[in-house]
């Protein structure tokens, strides 16, 4: 018996005009396909993935040997079944789109029901840079596998561009989860300005930004608008990093992963902090006053440094939320001083520290007097 096949809201729009909306499903049975229109699909470089094609307008897959080679080690995390959109109205497609899209999914399955598991995240991604069936024809059809391995090495610290990119891609993973686990507690951050504190002791946790933004980018894209990123002064010595003007500030010229990437090793090559202070507010004030179509600003901090900054604190004029890293005992007095202030929020491992407790009616609840449970 074939699975029930139901089509949402967005292939009905299809039919009667060109309007969709950006969050509508489509369904094989109980796996949901989240919609997205791109004008070309796009292979990330950091991510392990197997692309199996098919024809266009088929649905036999054409190279079904590669995932072979790589499944009995691999874990797949998500799917991208991308088609064409030509015609833009599939009413007017010589191939039945529910039959073709039934079709390649069974395909798929036939290769590896394994495929089916709940934890897989699905797309459906249809590309509309085509403005004919020739140009159609070139695009790439078929399903992208994108997987990590099913056992990692686990590393103490990330030291180099090649770790970093040996943790993106999953060959390596670190223990510490703070950033991931803050971010997935908040699925309600949208068009986030992350604001990265990229010095040498926050390569583990700037990799788990990374790792985490591989995961959701095509799958949420609300979620992140700007990455900003500051490794204090670059090789500047200490005197001579001013307030206000320490510099080795870096704004990603994009959401892509490869992009955010690029600018992590960039930015890893121009400097990693030397002496313990950051200049956090000089980086949280470039983001605010040069960028904009944000509505979160979060910083991302080393517990261990001081805020070499915290002077500029009145230039700040909009709430500040927190992600704070490796806290051993008690959280640092700045970064108390900055989200009291800014009427933020402080966010660790297993706890969200809102405007409440950084107002305490006592000292007894103070946050700053309470040891972070790792």
């Known amino acids: 018996m074939k699975p029930f096949l139901y089509i949402w809201p967005w292939l009905l729009l299809l039919l009667v005009g060109p309007s969709v909306h950006a969050e509508d499903v489509l369904y094989y049975g109980d796996i949901a396909l989240k919609r997205h229109e791109v004008p070309f699909y796009t292979f990330t470089e950091f991510t392990p993935q197997v692309a199996l094609r098919v024809e266009y307008a088929r ?137 990265l504190d990229w010095t040498g002791s926050m390569y583990k946790q700037g990799a788990q930004l990374a790792v985490w933004h591989k995961y959701h980018e095509l799958a949420d894209t609300a979620r992140i608008s700007h990455f900003v990123f500051f490794n204090d002064g670059n090789h500047k010595k200490t005197l001579h990093k001013k307030i206000g003007k320490t510099g080795g500030v870096y704004r990603a010229k994009s959401t892509s992963l490869d992009d955010v990437v690029g600018t992590m090793e960039y930015v890893m090559g121009k400097g990693n902090g030397g002496d313990a202070p950051e200049n956090d507010l000089e980086a949280v004030l470039t983001g605010i006053q040069y960028l904009d179509d944000y ?37 640092h007095p700045h970064y108390i001083r900055l989200a009291k202030y800014t009427g933020g929020s402080i966010h660790t491992l297993k706890r969200d520290i809102t405007q409440h407790e950084l107002n305490p009616p006592s000292q007894a609840s103070n946050p700053a007097s309470v040891p972070e449970q790792k």
Not at 72 to 93: C, G, H, M, N
Not at 125 to 134: G, P, Y
Not at 308 to 314: K, V
Not at 315 to 320: A, F, Q, S, T
């Open 59 to 195: 649905h036999e897959l054409l190279n079904m040997d590669e995932w072979k080679r790589v499944s009995p080690r691999s874990v797949a995390y998500q799917i991208d079944l991308v088609f064409t959109k030509y015609p833009e109205d599939t009413a007017a497609w010589r191939t039945n789109f529910s039959s073709l899209f039934r079709d390649r999914m069974e395909a798929l399955f036939n290769l590896d029901p394994n495929l089916r598991d709940t934890k897989v995240r699905w797309n459906m991604v249809l590309q509309t840079k085509c403005k004919n069936e020739d140009q159609a024809k070139q695009f790439f059809h078929g399903f992208v596998i994108k997987y990590r391995p099913r056992k990692a090495k686990v590393l103490d610290e990330i030291k180099t561009p090649d770790q970093l990119k040996a943790m993106i891609e999953g060959r390596v993973q670190h223990r510490d989860t703070t950033v991931t686990s803050v971010l997935n507690r908040h699925p309600e951050w949208k068009k986030m300005l992350i604001v």
């Open 295 to 331: 509505n979160e600003v979060i910083l991302i901090a080393d517990n261990k440094s001081a805020v070499r900054d915290i002077e500029l604190l009145d230039k700040i004029d909009r709430p500040v939320r927190i992600i704070l890293c490796d806290i051993q005992q008690r959280i």
